[in-house]
């Protein structure tokens, strides 16, 4: 019964994050009609820009569904685009050998992490506090120079587009224009369908909700809580790799005061998604939408033309309060109950 009750919470609160994103950008498309908000294109360019966003998205509700939190991502995000540039443009190292290195950079980082919060019972915030320090500084130590990626490997897997075969409009010339997606949204949407299907339908799935829910009737049911939280953190250690390439993929260089505040996005993008703050309740699918009212926001303001970028904090700012206060609402009638 219990299991059903956090289930239509969680359903609700999805439902809401989704139907505010529609509303926001039926909105779009009537205010900005005339610049084109409305087409296939645009939509697809919320994707576009917010691929990295939304792999390092899924690894934060995964480790924030346990009650934990990572604040290190953004300077991880950081270091890894600074480690790709720097091999591929000072240390004569191919592309895909590369992105395998940063892949298993991040999955040691997370293993470290994991281990401190795991093992040594030490406060999420604090272990990736130093996370984050310690990738920011290494970024400055690898380079305190912008280094721009001219690496012909990596230059064309950015610049690859796919087709879509609907939506297209005429241009001027009276040619078709069809609308496209770069690699990096297929592989940020398939990592998401899977990471669904892993919290939903397999052990270690709901060992992460069980765990976030409530670690001692965890631990009584014979789960190894130390373990799952481990796991979690190598998880969202792979994530964050993951994400940086696909980031440095949009951005194509690495400098140090890159993606800060990255980690905020990440963090506000599952919130707004549903995923509580005390954990044992989320859905990679709801951050996905959290990421997509972020870039309508950023839309809104790129197509008015006059307002300021900060606006876009502000707004995602009262968004926050919104979802966080809904939430507590929905667990005190819960309580009640």
Same mark, same amino acid.
């Given at each position: 019964?219990?299991?059903?009750?956090?289930?239509?919470?969680?359903?609700?609160? %999805?439902?809401?994050?989704?139907?505010?994103?529609?509303?926001?950008?039926?909105?779009?498309?009537? &205010?900005?009609?005339? /610049?084109?908000?409305?087409?296939?294109?645009?939509?697809?360019?919320?994707?576009?820009?917010?691929?990295? &966003?939304?792999?390092?998205?899924?690894?934060?509700?995964?480790?924030? *569904?346990?009650? =934990?939190?990572?604040?290190?991502?953004?300077?991880?995000?950081?270091?890894?685009?600074?480690? @790709?540039?720097?091999?591929?443009?000072?240390? #004569?190292?191919?592309?895909?050998?590369?992105?395998?290195?940063?892949?298993?950079?991040?999955?040691?980082?997370?293993?470290?992490?994991?281990?401190?919060?795991?093992?040594?019972?030490? /406060?999420?915030?604090?272990?990736? @506090?130093?996370?984050?320090?310690?990738?920011?500084?290494?970024?400055?130590? *690898?380079?305190?120079?912008?280094?721009?990626?001219?690496?012909?490997?990596?230059?064309?897997?950015?610049?690859?587009?796919?087709?879509?075969?609907?939506?297209?409009?005429?241009? !001027? !010339?009276?040619?078709?224009?069809?609308?496209?997606?770069?690699?990096?949204?297929?592989?940020?949407?398939?990592?998401?369908?899977?990471?669904?299907?892993?919290?939903?339908?397999?052990?270690?799935?709901?060992?992460?909700?069980?765990?976030?829910?409530?670690?001692?009737?965890? @631990?009584?049911? =014979?789960?190894?809580?130390?373990?799952?939280?481990?796991?979690?953190?190598?998880?969202? #250690?792979?994530?964050? =790799?993951? #994400?940086?390439?696909?980031?440095? %993929?949009?951005?194509?260089?690495?400098?140090?005061?890159?993606?800060? #505040?990255?980690?905020?996005?990440?963090?506000?993008?599952?919130? *707004?998604?549903?995923?509580?703050?005390?954990? =044992?309740?989320?859905?990679?699918?709801?951050?996905?939408?959290?990421?997509?009212?972020?870039?309508?926001?950023?839309?809104?303001?790129?197509? /008015?033309?006059?307002?300021?970028?900060?606006?876009?904090?502000?707004? *995602?700012?009262?968004? @926050?309060?919104?979802?966080?206060?809904?939430?507590?609402? &929905?667990?005190?009638?819960?309580?009640?109950?």
């Amino acid at each position: 019964m219990k299991e059903k009750k956090k289930l239509n919470q969680n359903t609700f609160l %999805l439902l809401v994050t989704i139907l505010l994103f529609f509303v926001m950008y039926a909105i779009g498309c009537v &205010l900005f009609n005339a /610049q084109g908000f409305a087409k296939t294109q645009n939509f697809l360019n919320l994707f576009i820009s917010n691929a990295g &966003l939304i792999v390092i998205g899924i690894g934060m509700t995964i480790v924030m *569904i346990t009650g =934990g939190i990572d604040i290190s991502v953004g300077s991880f995000v950081a270091m890894g685009c600074m480690m @790709l540039a720097w091999m591929m443009e000072k240390g #004569g190292i191919g592309a895909v050998p590369a992105v395998l290195i940063v892949l298993v950079t991040g999955i040691v980082f997370g293993l470290v992490q994991g281990f401190l919060v795991a093992y040594m019972d030490i /406060q999420p915030f604090i272990v990736t @506090l130093a996370g984050m320090f310690f990738a920011r500084g290494m970024t400055a130590i *690898i380079s305190k120079d912008m280094i721009s990626i001219t690496n012909e490997t990596f230059m064309a897997w950015a610049k690859m587009k796919l087709y879509i075969p609907f939506g297209g409009y005429l241009n !001027k !010339k009276g040619m078709m224009i069809y609308p496209y997606i770069y690699p990096t949204v297929v592989i940020a949407l398939v990592l998401l369908v899977l990471a669904f299907i892993m919290l939903k339908y397999t052990k270690f799935g709901r060992s992460i909700y069980a765990i976030g829910g409530n670690e001692q009737s965890a @631990l009584m049911m =014979g789960l190894n809580v130390r373990r799952v939280k481990l796991k979690a953190y190598i998880l969202d #250690g792979f994530l964050c =790799g993951v #994400g940086s390439v696909l980031f440095c %993929l949009n951005t194509l260089g690495g400098f140090v005061e890159q993606a800060k #505040g990255f980690e905020m996005d990440a963090i506000a993008s599952s919130v *707004i998604g549903g995923t509580l703050l005390t954990g =044992g309740v989320g859905n990679v699918f709801g951050t996905l939408f959290g990421v997509l009212i972020k870039a309508t926001i950023e839309a809104f303001i790129t197509f /008015q033309g006059t307002l300021s970028s900060w606006w876009t904090r502000i707004t *995602i700012a009262a968004l @926050l309060c919104f979802f966080i206060v809904l939430q507590s609402i &929905l667990a005190m009638v819960k309580k009640k109950k």
